[in-house]
């Protein structure tokens, strides 16, 4: 039932915004959402299972993301730059990544465990969402490698690899620093433009 699960998602992403996480319930997402709170539950099981379906949707879209900020340049900077623009700004606008980003919970927010949690839910995406949850440092390492991939791909320069991830380890930190501690003017794009300037990137 992949439009009930997301117009659920999209219900549990509106409440949230409105109040805490705590005060969420589950029979006013289902009805927002406009189905049955069984259907809710068949789908995630719980009100814990919900909360992990969420994070991992913002998660994936926050990558997701990632990998679309990453194809919008040629030059390997411009596409670190830009992967850094898009951390700092989803992060600005989206609570739930700017948690998962920084390992900061606030009260408001659910605070699902990042290890896995036993399941025997018989919906996939459900089980895919009750495995283990990306913690900041699981972050770093996903879109570093994403971005290594990319940089030093097919028709790309040879560049030396280690360096490379370095560069892009970089890029990734900077902005992660950045929606922790808001930079002035010029933000996230001119502090990484800057780092970057000196780094070996290709």
Known sequence: ???ARESLLDAAYTA??????????MVDVAAAAGVSRQTLYNEFGSKDGLARALVRREAD????????????HTDPRERLTATAEW????????ALVRAMLTGCWSERLPTPTLTAVPSSSAVPAQRRADGPLPSPGDFV???RDRAVAVLGGPGAAKPDTAELARSCELAVRLAI???????GEGGVTDLVRAALHRQ???
């Open 1 to 3: 039932m992949p439009a």
């Open 16 to 25: 949230l915004a409105r109040r805490p996480w705590s005060a969420v319930r």
């Open 61 to 72: 879209g926050y990558l997701a993301g990632v990998e679309r900020a990453l194809a919008t």
């Open 87 to 94: 951390t700092a700004a989803t992060a600005r606008e989206n």
């Open 141 to 143: 390492a996903l879109v």
């Open 177 to 183: 620093s950045c929606v922790s501690a808001p930079p």
């Open 200 to 202: 070996p990137v290709v």
